[in-house]
């Protein structure tokens, strides 16, 4: 558990909308935060929040907690951050929520590792007057706001690039591998129909092969990408729906000598991603920002602490990226953005 407190007070909030723009716009850093707390004074300076993330041992969700952190200096935020180990832990993820409400925070920032688990505890935080704002997967119940990428919108863009890339090597037929993380999670769904929907829209005679469930286990993902290459002769393309099933997909790509023949899309960002996105074996990466996740949670989180109404929904966007783009300012700080540990 890590609590960052500082006697930093709140800005005005709304000062925050030009961040929101520019992120909406695409271009937005992992740096960018708001203002400097440099005001006199604020209701919510000190008002206490949990950030409980879906897995301590991912640096896309180690990004979001920087980014939380980032918004406790710049606020007067007291910070405290958690996380399973694991995504697949949803009974872990749970107990870390009823803790928060044992402790009677004012506000808990929640990646929720499933749509409907979560539930009761989110139910529970809020009838004891704790507000909740969710990140990344949308719940089934009521929350004080959702910040999240629409992972469909962004999904069929990759789908709609991946046709028109098989298109200039002359491939219109053939299998696309979808290799994913969790069945049932609504970003990974919300994934597979969106590239599906854009795939479809230019390549109608592609066919969709899965998706492959590997429980975010990278191992488990290369064995399955491998044992489709094998099967599918007729395999031209591979979608990763998130950072395991894409660090998987390009080991098998590798192993296989593929990389000149079956491009590889994946979701998400990591140092092994952005090292296959160098070599080759990974060739496009639809990048979000988990450092404005934490970031823009944290503050919410203060907003609705004090009565303050934040905006209820906010789609950071996402951005393509590739060796044509991947140097450029802008993207390469999304591709390697600071991070920090869960309770450190």
């Known amino acids: 558990?890590?609590?960052?407190?500082?006697?930093?007070?709140?800005?005005?909030?709304?000062?925050?909308?030009?961040?929101?723009?520019?992120?909406?716009?695409?271009?937005?850093?992992?740096?960018?935060?708001?203002?400097?707390?440099?005001?006199?004074?604020?209701?919510?300076?000190?008002?206490?929040?949990?950030?409980i993330i879906k897995a301590s041992d991912s640096a896309f969700w180690q990004t979001m907690l920087a980014g939380s952190n980032k918004a406790a200096q710049d606020y007067g935020f007291a910070v405290s951050t958690f996380g399973p180990t694991s995504e697949t832990d949803v009974a872990q993820q749970v107990q870390l929520v009823e803790n928060s409400i044992s402790r009677g925070v004012d506000a808990l920032v929640l990646t929720p590792n499933s749509s409907t688990a979560l539930n009761g505890a989110i139910e529970r935080a809020r009838a004891a007057k704790i507000k909740v704002v969710i990140v990344d997967t949308k719940v089934t119940t009521e929350s004080d706001g959702f910040i999240g990428t629409d992972n469909e919108k962004a999904a069929e863009l990759a789908g709609k690039q991946m046709c028109d890339q098989l298109k200039k090597q002359n491939k219109d037929t053939g299998g696309v591998l979808i290799e994913a993380s969790v069945a049932g999670v609504e970003t990974i769904t919300s994934r597979e129909n969106g590239f599906k929907?854009?795939?479809?829209?230019?390549?109608?005679?592609?066919?969709?092969?899965?998706?492959?469930?590997?429980?975010?286990?990278?191992?488990?993902?290369?064995?399955?990408?491998?044992?489709?290459?094998?099967?599918?002769?007729?395999?031209?393309?591979?979608?990763?729906?998130?950072?395991?099933?894409?660090?998987?997909?390009?080991?098998?790509?590798?192993?296989?000598?593929?990389?000149?023949?079956?491009?590889?899309?994946?979701?998400?960002?990591?140092?092994?991603?952005?090292?296959?996105?160098?070599?080759?074996?990974?060739?496009?990466?639809?990048?979000?920002?988990?450092?404005?996740?934490?970031?823009?949670?944290?503050?919410?989180?203060?907003?609705?602490?004090?009565?303050?109404?934040?905006?209820?929904?906010?789609?950071?966007?996402?951005?393509?990226?590739?060796?044509?783009?991947?140097?450029?300012?802008?993207?390469?700080?999304?591709?390697?953005?600071?991070?920090?540990?869960?309770?450190?």
């Open 1 to 51: 558990m890590k609590r960052t407190k500082l006697s930093i007070p709140l800005a005005a909030v709304l000062a925050l909308l030009t961040l929101v723009v520019g992120v909406v716009a695409g271009r937005a850093t992992s740096g960018a935060t708001g203002g400097s707390g440099g005001g006199t004074g604020g209701a919510a300076a000190g008002k206490r929040v949990d950030v």
């Open 197 to 344: 929907q854009g795939l479809a829209a230019g390549c109608p005679s592609l066919r969709v092969i899965g998706p492959r469930y590997n429980n975010n286990d990278v191992n488990l993902a290369t064995s399955q990408v491998n044992d489709v290459l094998t099967a599918e002769r007729d395999l031209v393309a591979v979608f990763a729906a998130n950072n395991a099933s894409g660090v998987g997909a390009a080991r098998a790509i590798k192993d296989n000598n593929a990389i000149d023949r079956i491009p590889v899309t994946s979701f998400d960002t990591d140092a092994q991603e952005v090292a296959g996105l160098m070599d080759g074996s990974l060739d496009t990466l639809v990048v979000q920002n988990p450092y404005f996740f934490g970031y823009q949670g944290v503050v919410e989180a203060g907003m609705a602490a004090v009565g303050t109404a934040p905006p209820f929904n906010l789609d950071p966007g996402a951005v393509l990226a590739d060796k044509s783009n991947m140097d450029k300012p802008e993207v390469k700080a999304l591709l390697s953005p600071p991070t920090a540990q869960a309770g450190k």
